[in-house]
Structures are given as C-alpha cells and as structure tokens.
C-alpha cells in the first residue's frame, strides 16, 4: 500500500512570496489533514478535511493560509504572504472511515521543509 | 482543548537498556494515545497506540501504558538498539484531532 505523497520535499522562498504544497492521501482515505511542525515542536494541526469537507480550520491563519481538497482526493495547502514565523515542515496526514477506531490512526507523509528568508 | 506534555526532552541510553518516556494529557475526554516516531527528514510513523478502554498493550519490544485516573501514559521501550534512536511524540485525541507532545529525543548508544 502506497503512503501519503508529499511534494515538493524542500522550498526556499522569501518573505511576501507565496507558496504551495501538494498532497496525495492514502488510497481510500476520506479524511486529512494538514499539520505545522515548528523545529523542536510537535505537528499542530492547521485544517482537517473530510472527504472535501472541512471538519476543522480553528487553527488556520486565515488571512494568509488557505487550503483545499478538491473531489475529495488530493489536497493543496497554499501560504500567501508568507512570514519568516512560517519556516517548519509541512505535514500532510490522512485517516480511513471516519466512526470507527481505525479512524483515529492517522499515517503521515514525508513532509514539506519550507524555509522564508 | 488539549493540553498534553511529554518528558523528558532527551534521553541516552546504552544499546539493550530500556527506555521510558511519559505523557500527560489535561482532557478527561481524550480516548486514543498514540505514539509516532520520527527520524531525520521523515514524517512521523505511528508505532504503538492504546484506546481508553485497554491499561496496557504491547507490539515485540515496546509497550504502551495508560492511567485513565491520573492522565497520564508511558511509552516503554525494551532492549534497545541503535535503529530505535529517534525522536518519539506522544499524542492524544478524543475527536480525530491530535494533540501532540513536545518530543523526546532518544540515542542509544552503541
């Protein structure tokens, strides 16, 4: 079984350039989510989709931070302006049916390092 | 919402030591404890998990431990070797959004 894609792995820009990250699920996976991992921090969770839904986007810094999970598969995460504080990894993660224990396990891919300079 | 701590930050350990980290979590309602570990330039990779319903369950050379009453879990690591170095979350939910500790960075030393 094929994990979650991420890509690109590594994107250096500067400050005001905008970005995006993509993310491809693990097939069959309805929901997923898109995680900041600050250096020497856990993922905190920034928006949860479900199938194309958003079930959670509390965290999202909405005026700079967008996202979005068209037809339900694939997901982009777009960051436009972006601030030197955005520089972490990117993390995509996605979980299977939703109302049952199995729906709590949740694979990460490999992530996105952005750096803003 | 959730609020959950991990110690200690670094751990070191001889090769075929064991190794223990514990977590706290703050929200009574929190029902699934997972465990990740991450190497370098990786994404988190789920090891162990224990559901509220279980105190104890183990996988070969780790286990995982839960106090409902006292919130707090540990993750067990036994005879140790230099692939297990890492760095180990813990993490808590009760509604599929997980809360992550701060990390704990293992070496096991040769």
């Known amino acids: 079984e094929a994990g979650v894609a991420q890509s690109p792995r590594y994107k250096i820009i500067e400050k005001r350039q905008s970005v995006a990250f993509w993310c491809n699920p693990i097939s069959g996976h309805a929901t997923l989510y898109w995680y900041q991992q600050i250096l020497g921090q856990g993922p905190k969770l920034l928006i949860q989709?479900?199938?194309?839904?958003?079930?959670?986007d509390s965290q999202l810094p909405k005026d700079r931070f967008s996202a979005e999970r068209l037809k339900g598969v694939d997901s982009t995460l777009k960051i436009q302006p972006a601030k030197l504080e955005d520089s972490a990894v990117y993390l995509c993660a996605s979980s299977s049916e939703t109302g049952t224990w199995s729906s709590y396990e949740q694979y990460f891919g490999p992530g996105t390092r952005l750096t803003v300079t | 919402g959730e609020n959950v701590e991990q110690h200690p930050s670094t751990l070191s350990v001889q090769e075929g030591d064991s190794a223990v980290i514990k977590c706290t979590y703050s929200?009574?309602?929190?029902?699934?404890f997972p465990w990740y570990k991450q190497e370098l330039g990786k994404g988190p990779q789920l090891i162990i998990d224990?559901?509220?319903?279980?105190g104890e369950k183990k996988d070969q050379r780790i286990a995982v431990t839960l106090n409902k009453t006292a919130k707090h879990f540990s993750l067990h690591i036994t005879e140790t070797q230099p692939e297990d170095s890492a760095v180990y979350f813990c993490a808590a939910t009760g509604a599929n959004n997980l809360f992550f500790g701060t990390g704990t960075r293992l070496t096991v030393i040769p």
């Open positions: 224990i559901r509220s319903n279980v």
């Open positions: 989709f479900q199938n194309n839904g958003v079930v959670d």
């Open positions: 929200d009574s309602a929190s029902n699934y």
